[in-house]
């Protein structure tokens, strides 16, 4: 089984642009979620979708936001960039269960490290 | 909000050494779920548990989930080379619906 891809592994933006990330679940899994990693902050949940649809939010401005695809694939965007926005931006998918984000297995994938300048 | 903490955040030790790192937390937890980071790479699931005082192994691994739900351990017996990276634990806080990561206990090793 092909795992998460994500693209592109890296990016450099300036302050003010905005960035869309991609994130390829592994096949079958419909819950997808992505965090930001710093190394000053650790691991940060932005949100996760479930077919289609936004079931859990992280405390992220609006700035942040995302979508997923019928075929599960999402996307992260992320608008007037800031240069606090730089970071590895994970993207992790499980299988899932409509009624919330029980403890199942995340599998991540590599990330895209974003650098804003 | 939830507080998750996890000590050490870092620790050095001499191959052959154990490890362990805890994980607590103010609230009740439903479950939770351990992750390694290898550096340079991506978190990996670990274990998940879920059951109050829960003990599962995994060769040299540990780990364990707290009577109370509210903490947890992982213990590395005689570590190895392989064993470096950032270990994480992440919580499923009762009610809520996410997982929390803590901020990790990165560990290094003296060959």
């Known amino acids: 089984k092909a795992g998460v891809t994500q693209t592109p592994r890296y990016l450099i933006k300036t302050r003010g642009q905005q960035v869309t990330l991609s994130c390829s679940p592994i096949?079958?899994?419909?819950?997808v979620s992505w965090y930001q990693q710093t190394p000053g902050q650790g691991l940060q949940f932005l949100f996760e979708?479930?077919?289609?649809?936004?079931?859990n939010k992280g405390n992220f401005p609006g700035r942040f936001s995302g979508r997923q695809f019928s075929n599960s694939r999402s996307e992260m965007n992320v608008s007037t960039l800031e240069l606090g926005d730089s970071a590895l931006y994970l993207c992790?998918?499980?299988?899932?269960?409509?009624?919330?984000?029980?403890?199942?297995?995340?599998?991540f994938g590599p990330g895209t490290r974003l650098t804003v300048t | 909000g939830q507080q998750v903490m996890q000590i050490p955040q870092y620790q050095h030790v001499q191959e052959g050494e154990d490890f362990t790192t805890y994980c607590n937390s103010s609230?009740?937890?439903?479950?939770i779920q351990w992750y390694k980071q290898r550096p340079g790479g991506h978190p990996v699931f670990l274990i998940q548990?879920?059951?109050?005082?829960e003990v599962k192994k995994q060769k040299r691994l540990t780990f364990q989930f707290g009577e109370a739900k509210k903490n947890s351990s992982l213990h590395i017996t005689a570590t190895q080379t392989t064993d470096v990276g950032t270990y994480f634990c992440?919580?499923?806080?009762?009610?809520?619906?996410?997982?929390?990561f803590g901020q990790g206990t990165r560990l290094t090793i003296n060959p």
């Open positions: 992790a998918s499980s299988s899932g269960l409509a009624g919330g984000l029980t403890a199942y297995e995340q599998y």
């Open positions: 096949s079958g899994h419909r819950s």
């Open positions: 979708y479930f077919s289609e649809t936004q079931r």
């Open positions: 609230t009740t937890l439903s479950n």
């Open positions: 548990l879920v059951k109050s005082g």
């Open positions: 992440a919580p499923l806080i009762q009610g809520a619906q996410k997982l929390v």
